[in-house]
């Protein structure tokens, strides 16, 4: 578990500054109905048995950052999974105390950062994820009404 920890520090860094900054930015999750889950993951080394993921998780109380093994797409419990290149994790990560919403909306403007969506157009509507996504300039749900 050490060495998962470690490969985790050197990807994402400490868990505080996640957690600062979703607490930071707690308003886009406000509509977001508790349960709902995005991860965050490198691209690199897909098939690694050590590979970790971020996860922000909505509950009650607000939200949340963890670590948690990623066993492959099939088992994740996510609605979205956010993949991101090796620069573009560097971007977000640096971007953390700032505008990392602006960061994460150029490298997924630029490829930098795939958005795998894991549900459908309904269940994320229901899950009240609209405004995030349209905070990140991503127009999945396109026209919601």
């Known amino acids: 578990m050490q060495a ?23 308003e886009l999750f ?28 909505v ?12 066993d492959g797409i099939p088992s994740i419990k ?4 956010l993949a991101a290149d090796a620069d573009a994790m560097t971007a977000i990560r640096d971007a ?9 909306k150029r490298q997924i403007r630029r490829g930098g950062i795939l958005v ?4 459908t157009k309904r269940q994320l509507q229901d899950a009240g994820y609209e405004d995030l996504l349209d905070s990140l300039g991503s127009g999945y749900l396109g026209a919601c009404r």
Request: aromatic content about 8%.
């Open 4 to 26: 998962r920890d470690s490969a985790s520090q050197q990807v994402f860094g400490e868990l505080g500054p996640w957690q600062a900054m979703l607490e930071r930015n707690s």
């Open 30 to 57: 406000s509509g977001v109905q508790p349960g709902a889950r995005i991860g965050i993951m490198p691209r690199s080394a897909p098939g690694s048995a050590e590979q970790l993921m971020l996860v922000w998780q």
């Open 59 to 70: 509950a009650e109380g607000g939200i949340s950052a963890r670590f948690e093994l990623f």
């Open 78 to 81: 996510a609605d979205l999974l």
């Open 96 to 104: 953390l105390s700032g505008d990392i919403l602006a960061a994460m």
């Open 116 to 119: 795998y969506v894991l549900r």
